[in-house]
């Protein structure tokens, strides 16, 4: 504890198995999170969720946030601008409880996790069997702007490209934050950019540079749109956060109104910012979990055919099993199919120079297989996945619906949620209101 300590963090009581950091900021759900070996760090950890040998950060308009953890505890700091204050002040507590607030709602710790994987896994064999090598995947709660851009790059994408797009639009349209270079080994830190940076016309060429393809128009044009509605930054933030408190039907058409949001990525907007844990996006991934394990049947042809009414129908099915927090329950299989976890929470091989044999136990249930190759599929006859086609490991950010009409709404909102957020503090992983 020494190391931490020395490195100006505090603890807050939280055994692993309510949020693993290692699986929730590296399965797709946010995309500007780094990643820093610790001083102490064993370079042949095997990934899991006991991993204590990282620390994440994430840029937030007035502040970095720093997390790590141990078995029993999250570990957490703030590196602030270069701007003097006194350890114990008033001025410093203030700080402290800010970052203890921000990371007390985007962790959503006030849910139970533990608890919630008793409840899908008395209900559902198929989790039952993976929630032990998958503990501690809890749903974000992310800000709504950074997250409908986000998920608007997500079309047709996997998550390393999704990443790579993502931090550009802060290195590119955003300044970065005056830190102390002694506490950020000279790296740069941007802010995710606010609507206004985003909106000019200029921004969908300057995208298209940096590779962001077809999707440079649609996010120009949402924040062009948006601006153009709402007229500033502080009320756009303001109308999104709004959609909390709306029926999810009501928030879903809402959304459904930006350039480049289908009914996947409004769903994914909904699950991971707005507020809506009964929602379950449906890409590739987790259709072929429904063919798998939940009793549907693939289509006929080379390619997946997803129908409305499909969709409806996979949602129903899942909702009926897990209940009010599906969408959470439907992330810990997504990331379970996910390549990048293959191993994960497996155990590890001797290696050469050991003497002694490595006690391993293995979970009831692996991984549930990556997606067939082709020549796999040719040799399986009138199965469900024969029917499936994926062209790369796509994630919960595929859009299989997409619906690009822009409408304007012609009526303001108000907000309506009283609840903390990090869009009504400074501390915004969106942009300051």
């Not at 998920?151 to 639009?169: D, E, H, P, W």
């Amino acid at each position: 504890m020494s190391l931490f300590s020395s490195a100006g963090f505090r603890s807050l009581p939280l055994p692993i198995g309510q949020l693993s950091l290692a699986a929730v900021l590296n399965c797709g759900q946010s995309f500007r999170w780094s990643c820093h070996p610790l001083a102490c760090a064993d370079s042949k950890s095997q990934a899991s969720p006991n991993d204590t040998s990282n620390e994440y950060r994430l840029c937030l308009q007035d502040r970095v946030i720093c997390v790590a953890q141990n078995n029993k505890e999250l570990l957490y700091r703030a590196i602030f601008p270069q701007t003097p204050i006194c350890e114990g002040s008033s001025a410093q507590a203030l700080r402290d409880g800010e970052t203890l607030s921000f990371i007390r709602d985007y962790f959503q710790l006030d849910q139970d996790l533990l608890k919630l994987y008793e409840v899908w896994g008395e209900n559902d064999a198929t989790f039952r069997n993976l929630k032990d090598r998958f503990s501690g995947l809890r749903m974000l709660r992310q800000d709504p702007w950074e997250t409908l851009v986000s998920f608007i790059c997500s079309a047709n994408n996997n998550i390393s490209r999704i990443t790579k797009m993502v931090q550009n639009l802060g290195i590119h349209f955003s300044e970065p934050l005056a830190l102390p270079s002694s506490q950020t080994n000279n790296q740069k830190y941007h802010p995710f950019p606010p609507p206004s940076a985003l909106a000019p016309t200029s921004v969908a060429d300057k995208l298209r540079e940096l590779g962001f393809g077809y999707r440079a128009k649609f996010i120009q044009k949402t924040a062009e749109m948006l601006m153009e509605e709402h007229g500033s930054d502080a009320e756009i933030f303001k109308w999104l956060n709004s959609l909390r408190s709306r029926p999810t039907d009501e928030a879903r058409a809402e959304l459904l109104k930006l350039m480049g949001v289908g009914r996947k990525v409004a769903d994914c907007i909904l699950l991971m910012s707005l507020d809506k844990p009964e929602v379950v996006p449906v890409d590739t991934h987790v259709f072929q979990i429904a063919v798998k394990y939940y009793g549907f049947k693939g289509g006929s042809g080379s390619k997946l055919t997803m129908t409305p009414k499909l969709y409806d129908d996979i949602t129903a099915k899942l909702v009926s099993i897990w209940g009010s927090y599906s969408g959470w329950a439907q992330t810990v299989l997504f990331t379970a199919d996910l390549k990048a976890f293959a191993n994960y929470n497996l155990p590890v091989a001797p290696s050469a120079d050991q003497d002694t044999p490595v006690k391993r136990t293995i979970s009831m249930l692996p991984t549930p297989s990556p997606s067939p190759s082709p020549k796999k599929r040719k040799r399986t006859s009138a199965t469900a996945s024969s029917a499936l086609e994926v062209t790369s490991i796509t994630t919960q950010e595929s859009e299989l619906l997409e619906d690009y009409g822009i409408q304007r709404r012609l009526r303001s909102r108000k907000v309506t949620s009283s609840v903390i957020t990090s869009s009504n503090l400074s501390l915004s992983s969106g942009s300051p209101t």
